[in-house]
């Protein structure tokens, strides 16, 4: 158990419609990724939020959004669903979000959200 | 940009064999790499990392060496397992964030 949380496990939806996915992180860590996990793109970086703020954005089309709240958990929203949106999505959580040399501190990941669009 | 390459699967092997799982990175600066293990069903666990060149990383009997001159990251285990079945993933963070490569499924036969 890593000790990262998401919520929920499944998630079965139709296009066009809109998600939230949930992730709650590590006691004590301050930053919160998403990656999407899809048998074409592979394991892609979405977004960083790092004590509250944006801190990295990755491959994230403008139909997704994220925030981290003051309880430092985080959603992630996915809105006008297509059919290739369809995919396990990550959220992972490390203690600090410092860019350059701390780049080699852990990333604890959840068990992820499956998605699928029908 | 910066890149992950890591062989093609699956990698099927019998009880006790040899593992090797090459990875190969290209990037700017100094990154950290990292091996993360994906077993059926759940997240990604780190197996181990290196934060510089020449670092050795270690766990499990896993084992991996930085090579900055051949810009390379080869996973390997002299003695696998059934239980090591998985999907295993090299990555590497010039930032805060994993670039992936695209994983490499291995099959452990009793």
């Known amino acids: 158990d890593s000790g990262v949380t998401q919520t929920p496990k499944h998630l079965i939806t139709a296009t066009g419609q809109r998600v939230t996915l949930r992730c709650s992180p590590r006691?004590?860590?301050?930053?919160v990724y998403w990656y999407q996990q899809s048998l074409d793109q592979g394991l892609q970086f979405l977004i960083q939020?790092?004590?509250?703020?944006?801190?990295a954005k990755g491959n994230i089309l403008e139909r997704f959004s994220a925030q981290q709240f003051p309880d430092l958990h985080s959603e992630l929203n996915l809105s006008s669903l297509e059919l290739g949106d369809s995919a396990l999505y990550f959220c992972a959580s490390s203690l600090l979000g410092a860019s350059g040399r701390a780049s080699g501190n852990e990333q604890f990941f959840g068990p992820g959200t499956r998605l699928t669009v029908l | 940009g910066d890149s992950v390459t890591q062989m093609e699967g699956p990698v099927t092997l019998s009880e006790e064999a040899f593992l090797t799982i090459n990875c190969t990175y290209t990037a700017t600066g100094y990154p950290s790499l990292f091996w993360y293990v994906q077993y059926p069903g759940e997240g990604l666990q780190l197996l181990l990392k290196a934060t510089k060149a020449d670092d050795k990383g270690s766990n499990k009997g896993f084992e991996a060496t930085y090579r900055k001159e051949t810009t390379s990251f080869h996973l390997e285990k002299g003695s696998v397992q059934v239980s090591d079945s998985a999907v295993y993933f090299c990555?590497?963070?010039?930032?805060?964030?994993?670039?992936f490569g695209t994983g490499t499924r291995l099959q452990v036969f009793p």
């Open positions: 990555a590497l963070a010039n930032t805060d964030k994993l670039i």
């Open positions: 006691s004590g860590d301050l930053s």
């Open positions: 939020y790092y004590n509250g703020e944006e801190r």
